[in-house]
């Protein structure tokens, strides 16, 4: 079975500071990787995803994670926040199993102060 | 392509009444997924339907809950008496079969209420 634990409910942080939501997992057999965004009253966008190859992953919206293996962690950063990054962030994990099935962890609210 | 599309977007309901969800997949994606969302928490898997076949359900699915595919396009999940425990968002995900490696895409999500 596999877990996530994102370690911070809440994350605030100055309008173009630099940013980390982590994010740390737990698994038996080998997974893929994801990062979610849910902005208020909408539904869950993929904002990047780690599969194979190189460890540093590039999303959308300037955001990038970086999957360390010894540290099973996966932590989201952003060098330079904005105030439409507001949202809540969701780290989950997806197995090799034909159900791939996604599993989340309980989010991160990231808010932005001007 | 219309992303994936879920009706209603709200319900208010009373403890003990049945309400029943839609989600309208991308066109042609294979698979179909339902998750819960409470507040404060992270999405959890409840189910997930490969064609109208549904391949999976959590022990989260109780006897009250049933979902259906009936020719594999588009999904309801039924809820029976409903109890307040049940309020939340209830997510629909589609992706196409395959390659694990495949994304899942999300709809809107229905909030549900039980008063």
């Known amino acids: 079975a596999q877990s996530v634990t994102q370690l911070d409910s809440q994350v605030p942080v100055f309008e173009e500071a630099p940013v980390e939501l982590r994010c740390n997992y737990s698994s038996s057999v080998s997974v893929y990787l994801f990062w979610y965004v849910q902005y208020p009253n909408q539904g869950l966008q993929l904002l990047l995803k780690y599969l194979s190859g190189s460890t540093l992953v590039k999303g959308i919206n300037g955001f990038e994670a970086e999957f360390n293996k010894s540290q099973t962690s996966f932590h989201l950063r952003k060098p330079s926040v904005h105030i439409s990054d507001t949202a809540e962030y969701f780290c989950?994990?997806?197995?090799?199993?034909?159900?791939?099935?996604?599993?989340f962890g309980s989010g991160t609210r990231l808010s932005i102060r001007p | 392509d219309t992303g994936v599309s879920q009706d209603p977007r709200h319900k208010i309901t009373k403890r003990g009444q049945n309400v029943t969800f839609r989600c309208d997949p991308i066109?042609?994606?294979?698979?179909l997924y339902w998750y819960r969302q409470t507040l404060g928490q992270g999405p959890e898997f409840l189910t997930y339907?490969?064609?109208?076949?549904?391949?999976?359900k959590s022990r989260l699915l109780s006897d009250r809950f049933s979902a259906e595919r009936p020719k594999g396009s588009f999904s309801t999940l039924e809820i029976q008496r409903t109890e307040q425990g049940d309020s939340a968002m209830y997510l629909c995900?589609?992706?196409?079969?395959?390659?694990?490696?495949?994304?899942?895409?999300f709809g809107p999500g229905t909030r549900l209420t039980v008063l």
């Open positions: 066109s042609e994606h294979n698979r």
């Open positions: 995900a589609s992706r196409p079969s395959g390659g694990a490696t495949d994304t899942q895409y």
């Open positions: 989950a994990v997806s197995d090799f199993s034909s159900a791939s099935k996604i599993i």
């Open positions: 339907f490969q064609n109208e076949a549904q391949l999976e």
